[in-house]
C-alpha cells in the first residue's frame, strides 16, 4: 500500500495534470490565457464608456465613508461635537 502513494519521477507533474493523476498546486504568475487583446485596459476610458451610477450606489458609498470616518475619529479619540462623555 505504502508504495502506491510513492511519486512517478518518470513522468513530469504537468503529464500526471494533463492525465488526471495530479494537480499543479503552484502555478505561474500569470495563466497562458492572462492576455486578451480584445479587451481595453482596465483604466481606460473605453472601459467606462458605459458606466452607470444609480443613487443607492451614492447612497451606500457615502454610508460607508461617513461611518469610516467616525469610526476614525472615535480610534483617534477626537471629540465630536455635541457629544459629551
Known amino acids: ?3 502506491s502513494r510513492r ?3 518518470k513522468e513530469t507533474q504537468v503529464e500526471a495534470f494533463e492525465k488526471g493523476t495530479d494537480y ?3 502555478q505561474g ?3 497562458a490565457t492572462g492576455y486578451q487583446p480584445d479587451l481595453p485596459s482596465f483604466f481606460s476610458l473605453d472601459n467606462f464608456a458605459d458606466l452607470e451610477i444609480s443613487p443607492a450606489q451614492i447612497a451606500v458609498t457615502v ?3 461617513g461611518t469610516a470616518g467616525i469610526v476614525a ?3 483617534l479619540e477626537v471629540p465630536l461635537p ?3 462623555a
Open 73 to 75: 475619529l472615535t480610534l
Open 82 to 84: 455635541g457629544l459629551t
Open 1 to 3: 500500500m505504502l508504495a
Open 63 to 65: 454610508t460607508g465613508l
Open 7 to 9: 511519486p512517478n519521477f
Open 29 to 31: 504568475p500569470k495563466p
Open 24 to 26: 499543479i498546486f503552484f
